[in-house]
T-cell receptor
Framework: GIQVEQSPPDLILQEGANSTLRCNFSDSVNNLQWFHQNPWGQLINLFYIPSGTKQNGRLSATTVATERYSLLYISSSQTTDSGVYFCAVSDVSGTYKYIFGTGTRLKVLA | GAVVSQHPSWVICKSGTSVKIECRSL??????MFWYRQFPKQSLMLMATSNEGSKATYEQGVEKDKFLINHASLTLSTLTVTSAHPEDSSFYIC??????????FGQGTRLTVV
């Protein structure tokens, strides 16, 4: 099955810093989403981005499907950005099931 | 975005009993629902995919007789953990999608078996 690796696994930032999170996948995909998991376990949808670039406030994401990776950019980080970031992909088989990446655990210090 | 409601948020049960977890899509019809399991400090692992009115498709290694999934309508799926044991303690999360559209997730259920 498809493998999804995220890097870095852990990241500590000072408030106000910028960061780039990476998601690599091993096969062709037709869907990709980025999520933020808050301390209570809730998955918050950040981007639905099978290809191209999107921006939402301080966050933006880019997916280059032909090269099998996606990037999530966080600018001017805030303490509330802390948590775990996951990317998830679904392959071209048509089942629409998402396989989750390994995750990036982010901590933003005040 | 769309809302997926999962209940209960947490449950404690005795070993050997069964527990049912509900997942509802409140404002859209979910052609497909998914159930995931998450251990502490790990990623989400897909357990099964269910389509309304048909049998669930389980991932390799998931016991279908232990984790019963019913998708009775386009807005409701249930996961029943049968004869629960301490090793079934985990965080269970459901997801709902309408075709290839964006997926939405429930709040999760923290199950503790004592």
């Amino acid at each position: 099955g498809i493998q999804v690796e995220q890097s870095p696994p852990d990241l500590i930032l000072q408030e106000g810093a910028n960061s780039t999170l990476r998601c690599n996948f091993s096969d062709s995909v037709n869907n990709l989403q980025w999520f933020h998991q808050n301390p209570w376990g809730q998955l918050i949808n950040l981007f639905y981005i099978p290809s191209g670039t999107k921006q939402n406030g301080r966050l933006s994401a880019t997916t280059v499907a032909t090269e099998r990776y996606s990037l999530l950019y966080i600018s001017s980080s805030q303490t509330t950005d802390s948590g775990v970031y996951f990317c998830a992909v679904s392959d071209v088989s048509g089942t629409y099931k998402y396989i989750f990446g390994t995750g990036t655990r982010l901590k933003v210090l005040a | 975005g769309a809302v997926v409601s999962q209940h209960p948020s947490w449950v404690i049960c005795k070993s050997g009993t069964s527990v049912k977890i509900e997942c509802r899509s409140l404002d859209f019809q979910a052609t497909t629902m998914f159930w995931y399991r998450q251990f502490p400090k790990q990623s989400l692992m897909l357990m099964a995919t269910s389509n309304e009115g048909s049998k669930a498709t389980y991932e390799q290694g998931v016991e279908k007789d232990k984790f019963l999934i019913n998708h009775a309508s386009l807005t409701l799926s249930t996961l029943t953990v049968t004869s629960a044991h301490p090793e079934d303690s985990s965080f269970y999360i459901c997801s709902a999608r309408q075709g290839a559209a964006e997926a939405f997730f429930g709040q999760g259920t923290r199950l503790t078996v004592v």
